[in-house]
């Protein structure tokens, strides 16, 4: 009997055979090199990506020349004016198809080489560069959610819903992990590309999978976490699979899905370090409002649907801080209350947040003196 595709959760091209996909991706490739860069589109959300031949392997960033691609088919010009530029900033191993083939992560100037609108690594750059001397580490913990193609959480009975919350989070077994085939591929492609991830854990929400990256320093966080997410969305795709970054992709009881952001300074690390941590908290503290704006895509829309204040979150409305408090919006982990040293957990980044835009706002509220009344968002004049 023909099964109809609607039936499957599955994409098509993932039953085809990857047997025979070996047998090509066996071929001696003459001494060139496949590069693809990779970047960020108009949504400020999704990646693209294409690929070009250079005759020999780069050796390091400096080596991949620029490109451009068309703009007005990522929503991010005009047609008639559609010529936007790919300025390489970060070269990895290529996961799929093997050294010496490089992927790199660029970002995007427009036609007069001014940052696109979703191009927040310029200003981030700028910042991070500002605030150098303090040698600022972030470790982002990227939760995600894995769909079927008919939009609905993978392995979830169709149309419904499987038993309620309780034995998935960390959980082992057909009926409480869904989708480790994906998780633990995306693993070894991440450090096999040279993504500096730290670990995972399978999530409280069944089909929903944490991983960390981290700890990085200054823009190599933002540049990490892009890339990651790039393996994340191209490892489920062999698979047939769908990956969202949704803040709460199931309404009711269910999980949503945040990206933490630890922080810490040399200071923050060093003996006695706790007093600066509470410094930098009661600076964020007053500028909670400007942080929750750039804290996911849509300027708080999509948090709001995730910060509740239940389901380990504290309220978009309020903030909070606590020794190892899990319902709050700042939480100092236990250990570094008994230290007395160590990094913060912002728990408020949306799961689809820019990092470059939410590590930027915090270099910015805790270490740098903005004038009163400025945003944590805008670019900050040197
Ligand atoms: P949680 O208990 O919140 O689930 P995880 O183990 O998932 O914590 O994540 C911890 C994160 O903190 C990792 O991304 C790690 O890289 C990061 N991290 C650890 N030490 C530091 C530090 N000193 N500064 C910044 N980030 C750190
Ligand atoms: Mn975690
Ligand atoms: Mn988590
Ligand atoms: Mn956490």
Request: glycine share 10%; net charge negative.
């Amino acid at each position: 009997m023909l099964l109809k595709a609607s039936m499957s959760s599955f994409s098509n091209s993932s039953h085809l055979n990857k047997l025979v996909r070996q047998e090509y991706m066996r071929l001696p490739q003459g001494g060139k090199c496949q590069v693809t860069y990779i970047w960020i589109d108009g949504t400020g959300e999704r990646l693209r990506n294409k690929t070009r031949t250079l005759d020999s392997e780069p050796k390091s960033i400096k080596d991949i020349p620029e490109w451009n691609f068309d703009g007005s088919s990522t929503y991010q010009s005009i047609g008639s004016n559609s010529d936007m530029y790919l300025v390489p900033v970060s070269m990895f191993r290529d996961p799929f198809t093997l050294d010496p083939n490089k992927l790199v992560l660029c970002e995007v100037l427009t036609y007069n080489r001014e940052p696109a609108d979703t191009n927040h690594r310029a200003h981030c750059k700028k910042v991070m560069d500002m605030v150098k001397e303090h040698c600022m580490w972030f470790g982002m913990e990227q939760e995600y959610t894995l769909l079927g193609v008919d939009g609905h959480p993978f392995s979830w009975p169709s149309g419904g819903y499987p038993a309620p919350q309780g034995p998935y989070y960390c959980g082992v077994g057909a009926d409480s992990a869904f989708g480790r085939d994906i998780m633990e591929c995306h693993y070894k492609a991440c450090l096999y590309a040279g993504v500096n991830i730290c670990g995972t854990n399978a999530e409280v929400m069944p089909s929903q999978w944490e991983y960390q990256v981290g700890p990085c320093e200054g823009i190599e966080m933002g540049d990490q976490l892009w890339v990651s997410r790039f393996l994340l969305h191209r490892v489920s795709e062999d698979f047939g699979v769908v990956v969202t970054f949704d803040p709460k992709p199931m309404k009711g009881n269910w999980n949503g899905a945040g990206c933490h952001t630890n922080v810490s300074t040399k200071q923050m690390r060093e003996e006695g370090g706790l007093q600066y941590i509470e410094k930098a908290i009661e600076k964020l503290r007053k500028k909670h409002a400007e942080h929750i704006k750039v804290y996911d895509p849509q300027g708080g829309e999509d948090n709001k649907r995730r910060l509740t204040g239940l389901h380990e979150t504290s309220s978009i409305h309020d903030f909070s801080f606590g020794v190892a408090n899990r319902g709050s919006s700042i939480r100092i982990p236990r250990q570094v209350g008994e230290e007395k040293k160590g990094y913060f957990e912002d728990r408020r980044p949306a799961a689809n947040c820019d990092p470059y835009s939410v590590t930027a706002a915090i270099a910015t509220t805790c270490l740098l003196d903005l004038e009163e009344g400025a945003t944590v968002g805008l670019p900050v004049a040197v």
